[in-house]
T-cell receptor, first 113, second 118 residues
């Protein structure tokens, strides 16, 4: 089982719709969760961080965390063509060798006009 | 947020040559930096953790003699790909955390270096 799993997509949504991106993780002691956006050929940029169960909102973005279900999601409201990118879920996993940021394979989002 | 600068952004080299990539934390000190590699259509894979003043910690399967890491100061880590071959062609990205910043959990990424070995 992969440590961090995402549906690779592509996920296509019309402009103005809500895009819902999902991520599951395997390590129950994970404490920190992040969503990064990566445009083609570019490095990841942080969209959201979330550490506690529940919702966290920042502008058009809402991150949701459910530690009991080992599930974290990202909602993008009023999707814009500029939101078209790959969204990477990252989890800080505590291991015997320290703590590392582990990435999912990413979900490609396409916002269509 | 904190700024991580990476240079060069693109390098093309002949097979057998060595390539050095620099990663700098511009507005904070980074005792630890991280080096990732990303192949097309794949996710980021951690190669090694760079520690200021000590040896880097390499992930399983990463050749430490091929990927030399030096973290000589609190703001600079370098990755040298020695005797590069075409299979080393990839997107290399460095990252760091600002441990005294507003959120010490966040990792900030450099712009990445695209290496093409001919």
């Amino acid at each position: 089982q992969k440590e961090v799993e995402q549906n690779s997509g592509p996920l296509s949504v019309p402009e103005g719709a809500i895009a819902s991106l999902n991520c599951t993780y395997s390590d129950r002691v994970s404490q920190s969760f992040f969503w990064y956006r990566q445009y083609s050929g570019k490095s990841p940029e942080l969209i959201m961080s979330i550490y506690s169960n529940g919702d966290k909102e920042d502008g058009r973005f809402t991150a949701q965390l459910n530690k009991a279900s080992q599930y974290v999601s990202l909602l993008i409201r009023d999707s814009q063509p500029s939101d078209s990118a790959t969204y990477l879920c990252a989890v800080r996993i505590l291991t015997g060798g320290g703590n590392k940021l582990t990435f999912g394979t990413g979900t490609q989002l396409k916002v269509e006009l | 947020g904190a700024v991580v600068s990476q240079h060069p952004s693109w390098v093309i080299c002949k097979s057998g040559t060595s390539v050095k990539i620099e990663c700098r934390s511009l507005d904070f000190q980074a005792t630890t930096m991280f080096w990732y590699r990303q192949f097309p259509k794949q996710s980021l894979m951690l190669m090694a953790t760079s520690n200021e003043g000590s040896k880097a910690t390499y992930e399983q399967g990463v050749e430490k003699d091929k990927f030399l890491i030096n973290h000589a100061s609190l703001t600079l880590s370098t990755l040298t790909v020695t005797s590069a071959h075409p299979e080393d062609s990839s997107f290399y990205i460095c990252s760091a955390r600002d441990l005294v910043g507003q959120d010490m959990n966040i990792q900030y990424f450099g712009a990445g270096t695209r290496l093409s070995v001919l």
